[in-house]
């Protein structure tokens, strides 16, 4: 049978119908025109030998990705961006800030400050 259609990678080269997907039975067959495709299946698929080469990374990489992520986070203690507001418990002049919408639409969004020097939290209602 000669070939109509395109050869397209997962389309029947003769009745242009999908093939079923690639089992590990060998070969395909079309459900349309019956046909079976098994020693060109590379070829009806557009598949070819691939080689590919995993590198993966080495414990001293991942030990110092670690430590890297642990000095970071010490770094950036703040729990959101920092304004100047006076901590009332400890009288520190900068506050971290997070703000959520708790309440209704049409009412204001709640603001949770965060002292950046002694963790103390407290809640605003705008």
């Not at 025109?33 to 080495?58: P, W």
């Not at 950036?76 to 100047?84: K, L």
């Not at 901590?87 to 639409?105: D, F, H, I, V, W």
Request: proline share 5%; hydrophobic share 25%; with cysteine.
């Amino acid at each position: 049978m000669s070939n109509t259609f395109e050869k397209i990678p997962g389309f029947c080269p003769d009745c242009g119908s999908i093939l079923p997907p690639l089992r590990n039975t060998g070969g395909v067959t079309c459900y349309a025109c019956s046909r079976q495709f098994l020693a060109d299946i590379n070829e009806v698929f557009g598949m070819s030998h691939v080689k590919y080469t995993i590198h993966f990374n080495s414990r001293q990489a991942k030990e110092k990705d670690i430590k890297d992520d642990k000095k970071r986070k010490d770094e950036e203690d703040d729990e959101g961006p920092v304004v100047e507001r006076k901590c009332p418990k400890c009288g520190n002049e900068k506050m971290s800030y997070a703000t959520l919408q708790l309440r209704s639409a049409d009412e204001g969004q709640t603001v949770f400050y965060t002292c950046t020097k002694c963790k103390f939290k407290e809640t605003e209602n705008s």
